[in-house]
């Protein structure tokens, strides 16, 4: 069974850190483009960031660049995103996603549809809080 799984998620003070892991099982992430999507309470579900598999290339939110990286770790067969200098309006749901593409670029995975995906995780709460 074809499975993503987040992890990393937690409260955090602004101003702090968190590291979040999509893992997957049954599949090599190195062979999918992949996206971190957030959801805060009310709201639709947005594009953080995403990494190509073709390009390699990668792509942030303007609310997020200079803040958080995406990586991939083929050993761990593991996507990373590294989030610093979190904010309160960073708290949402973060959820990774798959698709299996061959030819797209980063700029374009992370404004196609949420459909487009073939798999999502179950998503992690990170909540950014004093």
């Known amino acids: 069974q074809l499975q993503l799984v987040e992890s990393g998620g937690g409260l955090v003070q602004p101003g702090g850190s968190l590291r979040l892991s999509c893992a997957a099982s049954?599949?090599?992430?190195?062979?999918?483009?992949i996206g971190w999507w957030r959801q805060a309470p009310g709201k639709e579900r947005e594009a953080v960031s995403c990494?190509?598999?073709?390009?390699?290339?990668?792509d942030y939110a303007d609310s997020v660049k200079g803040r958080f990286t995406i990586s991939r770790d083929n050993a761990k067969n593991t996507v990373s995103l590294q989030m610093n200098s979190l904010a309160p309006e960073d708290t949402a749901v973060y959820y990774c996603?798959?698709?299996?593409?061959?030819?797209?670029?980063?700029?374009?995975?992370?404004?196609?549809?949420?459909?487009?995906?073939?798999?999502w995780g179950q998503g992690t709460q990170v909540t950014v809080s004093s």
């Open positions: 990494i190509s598999r073709s390009d390699r290339s990668t």
């Open positions: 049954g599949f090599s992430l190195d062979s999918y483009n």
């Open positions: 996603a798959a698709l299996d593409h061959f030819s797209v670029t980063a700029w374009e995975l992370c404004r196609i549809l949420i459909s487009e995906y073939d798999y």
